[in-house]
């Protein structure tokens, strides 16, 4: 049965122009792009994302690295779908750790730690279906994927603020 997995390729990565070589690599999965955007990431957003690491003695150098405080203010996130979508794509990445990673695997041939202990590893992936769901639900409005792959509801909204084109 197809699952969707989120894909972030992180700030140290697109810094490094190392965008056509991981999606080269993610190719390998024979997996779908259903949804990819490039993203700045607020703070709440990335503090949202790794809130289970809020206790962890480098979150606050983990969050400046996501929102881009060491490299570019950007990531490209990307929603992946397919038979076992998740286990593919976080085999393709490797360890998270760059230096326990396979030095095949895009962690191993591109990540390192910084002095600071920082794991600059190029790539995100959810490591589960319900971290997949949680994080793609984060990351991506309904509309910006092509496939539906949760459930959805239609609501009215009159009263928000958008920027428009001119």
């Known amino acids: ?24 690599r993610l190719s390998e999965t024979k ?24 206790e962890k003695p480098f979150f606050d150098e983990l969050i400046r690295y996501i929102v881009g405080e060491f490299h570019k203010r950007k990531v490209m996130a990307m929603v992946y779908y397919g038979p076992g979508a998740i286990n593919k794509v976080k085999e393709i990445c490797g360890a998270t750790n760059p230096e326990e990673a396979d ?22 992936a959810s490591a589960t279906k319900e971290e997949a ?13 092509i496939e539906d792959i949760y459930k959805t509801k239609e609501e009215h909204v009159t009263s928000c603020k958008k920027r428009i084109w001119e």
């Open 103 to 124: 030095p095949v695997s895009i962690r191993g041939a591109y990540g390192r730690i910084t002095t600071k202990g920082v794991y600059e590893n190029v790539i995100h």
């Open 1 to 24: 049965m197809p699952e969707p997995t989120l894909v972030l390729i992180k700030p140290d990565g697109l810094k490094k122009s190392l965008t056509g070589n991981v999606l080269a």
């Open 31 to 54: 997996l779908d792009i259903i949804a990819a955007k490039i993203v700045r990431v607020p703070r709440e957003l990335a503090e949202e994302h790794y809130c289970h690491m809020k």
């Open 133 to 145: 769901e949680r994080e793609i639900k984060l990351w991506f409005e309904p509309d910006e994927i």
